[in-house]
């Protein structure tokens, strides 16, 4: 039986930026940060009132993983998306939408990109 979505890996460039981007900007905080003894650099964030793994940053020494990706996006629950946007902007952080824009029943939604350009979403429920 399956029970929760563990953790999704994200192939970096430079350890150092992408941990800097999840922490200092998205808020997320460096649980850990290791190399593997075939010199794999991995970097474990999680949420700052959590202990749980939510991304695992896959760094340096990754030449035998596939280069090609499948993973579309990774999105975030903000509670004010606009304000989030907004600070965004004010950090210089590559957007896709410049403004939030509603989908399906009402949600807000608004992409922008991680250093590697990763493609990253806020996502507000409607009436939160």
């Known amino acids: ?17 992408s941990v800097r981007f999840y922490t200092e900007i998205l808020g ?11 010199g794999v650099e991995l970097g474990f964030l999680s ?10 940053l896959i760094g340096r020494g990754h030449d035998g993983l596939p280069n090609d990706s499948i993973v579309h996006h990774i999105a ?3 509670t004010d998306i606009q304000a989030e946007v907004d600070r965004l902007k004010g950090l210089g952080v590559h957007l896709m ?4 824009r ?9 992409f ?5 350009g990763e ?10």
Not at 28 to 38: E, P, S, T
């Open 1 to 17: 039986m399956i029970r929760k979505l563990e953790h999704i890996g994200v192939k970096v460039k430079d350890m150092d930026v």
């Open 28 to 38: 997320m905080k460096l649980v850990k940060r290791a190399r593997l003894a075939d």
């Open 47 to 56: 949420f700052p009132d959590s202990d749980n793994i939510e991304i695992e």
């Open 76 to 78: 975030f629950t903000v």
């Open 97 to 100: 939408d410049e403004t939030p």
């Open 102 to 110: 509603a989908i399906l029943d009402g949600d807000l939604i608004a």
């Open 112 to 116: 922008f990109f991680g250093p590697d």
């Open 119 to 128: 493609r990253l979403e806020f996502f507000q429920p409607i009436g939160k």
